[in-house]
């Protein structure tokens, strides 16, 4: 009986916290909309713009050490190798370190965090117990292949064009009694509070240009993917890349078989098997 008194206490809070902060959320919104006009919308894309290129880096500076635990790899042949791949790239590498993986997201995954001149590879210790150093190495020449060929600029520029799309649909829309007019709703010559054309561009104007968005987004992440490989390839590693792969997708059990059509309209990463064949091509 404790429970479902624990049950309805939980749910009716979060009810009232959700009322409190949807409405406070509308009022701001229309007073703000009031003062300054659509415009806001564009201002609002360039501080989400130039938030998201101070804080992405910010987050794996310093959030990202804040969640894990780390040791320094100081000696070994696994070090060795690294350093020389570094230098084969000219990545500016100044140490490794590996992440005792105390949160999810340090489950198999290799990275490299730090600025301009003083870099430093990050590596999972799940990782380091599944893989040989040869796959280790390949894995790490595949997230310099993103580095050298500077794929993050892609995926920002990507989501910094998807927001200002939205940015501008709401600007165009937010008070426009054509809205209205085609989901034939009579306004009387004066559009209805915005919150109600939020709504009505998110449900209803939105899902096709964000389907059509998502493609192309999905897009250029697959397409890095296998610029990446292809890099790793170039470095002499291709056959460690593939069982790396391998036992990547095998231990997050990705399913290796996608719909074609399905994975160009869903899917970010491509499958294990379209990963395989482009490497071997
Ligand atoms: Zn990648």
Known sequence: M???????????????LKGAV?????????????????????WS?????????????LYIEIIIPLLDEYTQLTSGSL?????????????PLSSIYISLGNHADADHVAYFTGMFSSK????????????????????????MGHWKLRHAWYYLISRAFYNLFLCVLLMNYYDSLKLYNAFNIEVNNTPP????????????????FDRILSICSNYITRLCEYEADQFAKQLGQEIPLRTALIKIYTHKLIFPVNDELYSICYVTHPSILERVRAIQR
């Open 2 to 16: 404790k429970t479902v008194y624990n049950f309805i206490a939980i749910f009716i809070g979060k009810m009232m």
């Open 22 to 42: 949807v409405g406070m959320a509308t009022y701001y919104t229309s007073l703000v909309l009031q003062t300054f006009g659509g415009n806001v919308f564009l």
């Open 45 to 57: 894309w360039m501080i989400s713009l130039l938030t998201t290129i101070i804080l992405v880096p």
């Open 79 to 91: 070090k060795q190798k690294l350093e020389r791949l570094a230098n084969e790239v000219n990545f």
């Open 120 to 143: 430093v590879i990050v590596i999972s210790l799940t990782l380091i117990l599944s893989m040989t150093e040869e796959e280790i190495v390949a894995i790490v020449a595949h997230e």
């Open 193 to 208: 509070h915005p919150v109600l054309s939020f709504i009505l561009i998110a449900d209803y104007m939105l899902p096709p």
